[in-house]
Each structure stands twice: as structure tokens, then as C-alpha cells.
Nanobody
Framework: QVQLAESGGGSVQAGGFMRLSCKVS????????MDWFRQAPGKEREGVAG???????RYADSVKGRFTISKDNAKNTLYLQMNSLKPEDTAMYYC???????????????WGQGTQVTVSS
């Protein structure tokens, strides 16, 4: 059974930093995509950052230069380091996994329960 479990959310002032973790268990695909998504109240879910099994990363324009995604394969854990946080970064953050097929990410079938990030001005 695949399980993704986020942790590390909380409240921080603008300009601060926070690191989210996503512990992954039971995911057996050797070629995969792991992403962070977020959803703010009244807004659509958006992709924040992703990393695939080759180590290639991608970021939304809104977080480039501030957020860094990484993974520790030995610990089966995905991270999102968030620096220079802004109030508009406030959202529920989710990690998700998808198989990587022909260099493209498939359907994100597996999701964590989410962790709330609140940035105050």
C-alpha cells in the first residue's frame, strides 16, 4: 500500500523559511515523478515543484529562486525547502507521486493528506 505523509507545516512571518517533508512508503516504481502541489482557499490547486527519478527538477515561476525540492532516496523522503516566504505562499501543501513514462509524468495517483503553511505579513 502506497502512503505519502507530509510534515513540517506551520506558521511563519513573511521573509521566513520552512522545510516540508514527505515520507513515502510502498511506492515501487523505479521511474517516477514526485511533486509538491498547493491549494489556497478559493483557488485551484497548483503545482509548486517537482523532481523525477533522474533528478531533474522543475518549479513554478512564482517560487523559482525561493523554493528547492530534493529527495533522499535512502530515507524515502521528499523535501521542499521554502525560503523568503510570502503571504501569497499560504496554502495547504500536498506531495504526490506519479509514474514517469517516456520522460513524462503520468497521472498523480498517490497523494498525501496535506500540511498547512501560513505566512503572515
Amino acid at each position: 500500500q502506497v502512503q505519502l505523509a507530509e510534515s513540517g507545516g506551520g506558521s511563519v512571518q513573511a521573509g521566513g523559511f520552512m522545510r516540508l517533508s514527505c515520507k513515502v512508503s510502498g511506492y515501487t516504481y523505479s521511474s517516477y515523478c514526485m511533486d509538491w502541489f498547493r491549494q489556497a482557499p478559493g483557488k485551484e490547486r497548483e503545482g509548486v515543484a517537482g523532481i523525477d527519478s533522474s533528478g531533474k527538477t522543475r518549479y513554478a515561476d512564482s517560487v523559482k529562486g525561493r523554493f528547492t525540492i530534493s529527495k533522499d532516496n535512502a530515507k524515502n523522503t521528499l523535501y521542499l525547502q521554502m525560503n523568503s516566504l510570502k503571504p501569497e505562499d499560504t496554502a495547504m501543501y500536498y506531495c504526490a507521486a506519479a509514474p514517469r513514462i517516456l520522460s513524462m509524468c503520468g497521472v498523480y495517483n498517490y497523494w498525501g493528506q496535506g500540511t498547512q503553511v501560513t505566512v503572515s505579513s
